[in-house]
Structure formats: structure tokens, C-alpha cells
């Protein structure tokens, strides 16, 4: 394929990708250009596939055989990013948002919305989407989206995922034109750097010195290498990026390795990743076809092509060094640096090694400049960042935005606020190598240092949202759970600082914690975060003594006073009825396994504190609020 055959698929295809970004109007007058009267993209995605989306297009083009419908088109696309509506099904030219869709659902709305004439079937839109008057709002209009600015994600949910043609419509493939045609490896570097692109994996470094000093290693060999191993519990923005617009990245690693001498590049991927394995397989095969991946790409002499490694689901191997041994077929465990990679990297070679997110921000800053990336952000942070939003959140989901963007606006102008009312009480971002935000930050612009400066860090974007039920000690155990269980085991302080830690906050949440333990979790992370091998020895300590710094009453409420203030550890619970609300209707004695509550029929009840096993079937079953829990 040449540069001009890549131009003409794209101006071929480009109103139909254009149609699905406008203005309602302007798009009603470009799908006439594009031979489908409608568009309908039905979210391909892990989430909304999990949720029957594949029954949705399934039944979507029976619906089209019954009702002799031949001018709409069906895409499955990656994610839309508001996961908790999934089955998610969006009507193009009107931008008409369809929600938690079933194959019923879907035959409605062929039947009165997608036929010639037909109407917006307003009783199954996204209520956001609809006002109070009846009035549809386009979904791009919609708190959701409206605060974000999509660069990472520009094409997830926008393009068909296993189409290379809808890709190239989008823009993908042409900041490489771009660099093959017009820039040299010195030009590249000096823009990424210029960019002030910063790593997403967790780190943020500076990616534009990376490359250089990649490029400017000896050796004829080099790597270039993505990590999408992606494991911090609650994360799935790279997965999303990989299942919505594969080619981005390939496109992004392809420009490294011209930049930096490479001819050969490795993507680590989860195994348990099966839908974005398999459309990475697709667009790998697809971009060999079209000369985008392999010899001479584009005419230009230039080699390269990229192979997939399947990771085993061990988090350790999100360490660039474990990553690249296992690639290698060894076990996975990190190496003492230096040397680093872009010196001795992959089979002992110069390496450089950026996660899915940050390659996604590669192709825009060509294209669109350095000076354009770098004037969104804060002044050490450019640029948008992703976050995976989850826990205790109206809209859980994707979210891009702008780096310094508050943590108040992605929790209720985007995510929806707290469901029940419930009262806002901390974030978690980094994972288990993060730390927690608590209510009193809620202001707290998102980038890399300002995290940092209140013990949290950025990390690869997950956001765990907490409320006023959540336990903070209990919380902190449960990262400790994951890390402990997570330890490749190479080194003693994190290997048996990991336990140890987990030890102390087992005992604190079962009542039997005593106020030297808080004095032992101190003196041991402060060894572990110095003489650990990698990164998650270094910060597995940081969820507890985040939770300590912002949450320390709560510690000395487990403690000194024996109590759980959020009911959640159970060793500190009681259980105990109401006397004045209680009927005497026996349900709680008939349904109690352990046979620890006793009354008389139309007689209030009594549980035995000594019989109890805080299983909660008691209040599960009680009728009138009589049983509670302190």
C-alpha cells in the first residue's frame, strides 16, 4: 500500500466515521453521502458483551430480515465508556442513547425507530438523554461526556473495532504517513518531548527522553514493546483502548521503531484479556495486509512488524523488567536496575517500553502538534488522563480528562455523586500501590504530583470510590490481600514484609490488635520501601499508611475501643434487636444458622451474642428495620 491509497480509503470512508461525531443537522445531511440512511453501533466491548450485547446484534439483524431493512448499518464497536447502561446501542444521525438493552428491547426499536419514518422510542433512551419536555439531547450533550475530552479514547465507541478501513477513516495510520514522509527520528523525539507526554502506566516519565535515549543507545538491534498487562483490580482503560481501536497502538509502536532504529516490537497482553487478544490478532493481520506492518511499510524502506505475548494474569509482571523475562520465556521476576531497558532491555537490547494509554497519545501529538498537547493539563502534568471509575459511583465506567481536572467533577458532575445519598468518604487511586484520597481533598486537581504530595499516586488510572460505609482499615487489608498474594517472591523485604503487614492488619480488623502494631506497620514499611526489589514491594505499604495519615481515628477505633465505625469487619460487629420495633414475627429466628436467637411468637426477640456467626441473615429477613448492627 502507498501514502496514496491510505488517502483515498480515508476520504472514501470519512463521512461515515463524520456522522457519527457532528452535530445532529450537519450529520443528517453527510449520511446521505454514506448509503446508509442510519448507523447503529452497538458497544462490542468486555463489559457490555458480558451483559448479552452479542444477543443485541444478533437480534438486531434478524429484525432487519423481518422488516426488510437494507439501509442501516450495524457496527460493533469498543467501549462507550458509561459501562453501568451496558447493553449500550447508539442511533446515528440523531445520536438517539439506547440503555441496558435486551433482545426485545432491540426488536422495539426496529419495529418504531430504525424503519423509514419511524420515531425515537423515548421510553428506552438513557434518561440524561431526554428532558423534561420530551426533548431528545444527543448523548455527546450529556453530563457524562460533556466534562471529558476524549484523545486516548477518540475512536473507542466510534469506529467499528475489527475494521482497519474504519480505523484508516478515522485518522489512524496517517500521523505515521506523517512521520515516514516528513520527519526524522530526531524531529519525532524532539516533538514527544516537547509534548511533555509523561507515562500512564503509574510512573510518569517523561516518554520523549525515553525514546532518546533508546535511539541514542548502541547496539543494531533494538525493541520497542507495549504493556498491557494491565492488573491493578479495578483497571481496564487499556483493555478498553485495545477492544475500541487496536490500530492506534500499532500504528504508535510502528513510529517508535522508526524513531528509535527498532525493526520488531512485542505487545504483553492478559490472557484473560480474550476480546482484546483476539482483535489485536485481527488488526495485526489486518495491517500486514495492507503494508502497514512488515516489509518496506508504505514505500518507505522501512521494516517493522510486532508479535503478541500472552501474559499469565501474574502482576509482577507489570514491571518492565519481569515483563520483558517473560517475553524472553523465563519466569517473570524483576531485575536490580540499573542497567535500564533503554539501555539492556528485551534479550539483553536496547528497549523502549510505554503502556496502551500512552501509545494512544502518540498519533495526536504528531498530527496535531506538541504546542496543541501540551496546552491541555497543568504545568507538570499534560495532557488528558483515563480512569477507570468504579465502586461506589452512580456511573461506573470510562473517563478522560484533562489532566488537574478536580476529583469532585469526575465523582458528580461525570460519575453521577454517591448512589443513596450516601456520603462521599474516599477515593482510591494507584491501586495497590496507591494511596487514598479522603473527602477533605475532594478538590484536589488529578495529576501526577499533586497525588503524590498527599501520599496517593496516579498509577495506571484506577479510581475506586468509597462511601461512609467503607472501612478504611478494612480496605487497606484488602490491597495487602492482593500484593501479598501478588509477591514474586525474589525478595525477602517483600516477600515477607508483604505477610507481615497483612498479619498486623488482620489482626487490628479482628479486635485483637494492640497499639504496637501501628509502631511494627511504621518501622516495616519504611524497610520495605527502601530495600525492596521493584515497585510493588516499594509501595505495597502505601494504601495502609495513607489510610493512616487521613483515617487514623479509625485505627485507634479497632484498636482501643474494639469497633468497626462502618460495620464492616465482622469480628467487631454485634447484633442486636430492637425490642420496641420487633413483632415477634419469628422470621429471623427460623432463617438464623446458628440458632443464636430465641423469643416467643408476637414477643420480641434476643440474639446471644455468644451463638452469633455476623452472618447478617437476620437482617436480611427482618421486615420492620428491628435488628442492627454497631
Known sequence: MTCEELKKISAEKADLINVRRIVREQAEKLAANTGYRKQVLVCGGTGCTSSNSLKVIQQLEESFKELGIDDVLIVKTGCFGLCALGPIMIVYPEGAFYSQMTPEHVKTVAEKHLIKGGEIVKELLYADTVHKDGSVIPFAEIPFYKHQMRIALR??????????????AAGDYSALVKVLTEMTPDDVVAEIK???LRGRGGAGFPTGLKWQFTKEAAGDVKYVCCNADEGDPGAFMDRSV????????????TIAGYTVGANEGYIYVRAEYPIAVQRLNIAIKQAREYGLLGKNILGSGFDFDIHIRLGAGAFVCGEETALMASIEGKRGEPRPRPPFSAQCGLFKKPTVLNNVETWA??????????KWFSSIGTEKSKGTKVFAVGGKIHNVGLVEVPMGTPLKTIIYDIGGGIPGGKRFKAAQTGGPSGGCIPATHIDIAMDFDNLVAIGSMMGSGGLIVMDEETCMVDIAKFYLEFTADESCGKCAPCRIGTKRLLDLLTKITEGKGEPEDLDKIMKLAKHMKSSSLCALGQSAPNPILSAME?????????????QCPSGV??????????????????????????????????????????????????????????????
Open 155 to 168: 475512536n473507542c465507541g466510534v469506529i467499528a473495532a475489527e475494521s482497519i478501513e474504519e480505523a484508516i
Open 194 to 196: 516537547a509534548s511533555g
Open 242 to 253: 485495545l477492544e475500541g481501536d487496536p490500530h492506534t497502538v500499532l500504528e504508535a509502536m
Open 361 to 370: 497519545n502518540i498519533a495526536p501529538i504528531i498530527l496535531k502538534g506538541s
Open 550 to 562: 487521613h483515617f487514623g481515628d479509625e485505627y485507634m477505633k479497632h484498636i482501643y475501643a474494639k
Open 569 to 630: 469487619c465482622k469480628s467487631l460487629l454485634n447484633y442486636y434487636i430492637d425490642a420496641d420495633k420487633c413483632r415477634g414475627c419469628t422470621l429471623c429466628k427460623r432463617n438464623c444458622p446458628a440458632n443464636a436467637i430465641s423469643g416467643d411468637v408476637k414477643s420480641p426477640h434476643v440474639i446471644d451474642k455468644t451463638k452469633c456467626i455476623k452472618c447478617g441473615q437476620c437482617i436480611a429477613h427482618c421486615r420492620f428495620g428491628a435488628i442492627n448492627k454497631k
